[in-house]
């Protein structure tokens, strides 16, 4: 069955960086859209970034433009968000998500699975 | 972008039916066809309920129905039950090719 697990998580100051990966297994990953989501403490769900099944396009919340990018590596079924310039704010549980259709394009799709996420906190 | 406009808490009686509402604009809900729901236990991941508006994933109870009436998208579920308690979250795409959700709306079977 479809498995995503998240790691990279921590603690990181204001300013910092940390690069988050998501592994996955159970399907064919190269075939599929990711995304990535997160959920602030006590707040709701908010999507961060898509990437298009061949990394050929990558869309971005305003909040983080300029200081996240998503990528993936096809040949080790893996996920990515590198996050710079991090800011208190960016304080979350990180979950990578998996587009429920194949080859799409846009963030325009539902998802069909989820990881656990990992906790990123910002803090000095 | 805000995020789409849901109401913070819902709640029924088992058995009977409740409906959660989730309002955007001409830029999201109203444009596209792209909204989908998530019920989300805590602890646990999300669980897609609907896409596409009204489409039920394979798996997922037929108490469960979704439509759309402008910039409003609204999830009913039908013959409530007790293990339907959680955080339910709608979602659309946007005329900016990004992604928002909705605040979520708890839902308490009382």
């Known amino acids: 069955q479809v498995q995503l697990v998240e790691s990279g998580g921590g603690v990181v100051q204001p300013g910092g960086s940390l690069r988050l990966s998501c592994a996955a297994s159970?399907?064919?990953?190269?075939?599929?859209?990711m995304h990535w989501v997160r959920q602030a403490p006590g707040k709701g769900l908010e999507w961060v970034a898509f990437?298009?099944?061949?990394?050929?396009?990558?869309y971005y919340t305003d909040s983080v433009k300029g200081r996240f990018t998503i990528s993936r590596d096809n040949s080790k079924n893996t996920l990515f968000l590198q996050m710079n310039s991090l800011r208190a704010e960016d304080t979350a549980v990180y979950s990578c998500?998996?587009?429920?259709?194949?080859?799409?394009?846009?963030?325009?799709?539902?998802?069909?699975?989820w990881g656990q996420g990992t906790l990123v906190t910002v803090s000095s | 972008q805000s995020a789409l406009t849901q109401p913070a808490s819902v709640s029924g009686s088992p058995g009977q039916s409740i409906t959660i509402s989730c309002t955007g604009t001409t830029s999201d809900v109203g444009s596209y066809n792209f909204v989908s729901w998530y019920q989300h236990h805590p602890g646990k991941p999300p669980q897609l309920m609907i896409c596409e508006v009204s489409n039920r994933p394979s798996g997922v109870s037929n108490r469960f129905s979704g439509s759309k009436s402008g910039n409003t998208a609204s999830l009913t579920i039908s013959g409530l039950q007790a293990e339907d308690e959680a955080d339910y979250y709608c979602?659309?795409?946007?005329?900016?090719?990004?992604?928002?959700f909705g605040g979520g709306t708890k839902v308490t079977v009382l």
């Open positions: 159970g399907f064919t990953f190269s075939d599929y859209g």
């Open positions: 979602s659309s795409y946007t005329s900016n090719s990004t992604m928002i």
């Open positions: 998500a998996k587009d429920r259709w194949s080859a799409t394009t846009m963030p325009n799709d539902s998802f069909d699975s």
């Open positions: 990437i298009r099944y061949d990394g050929s396009n990558k």
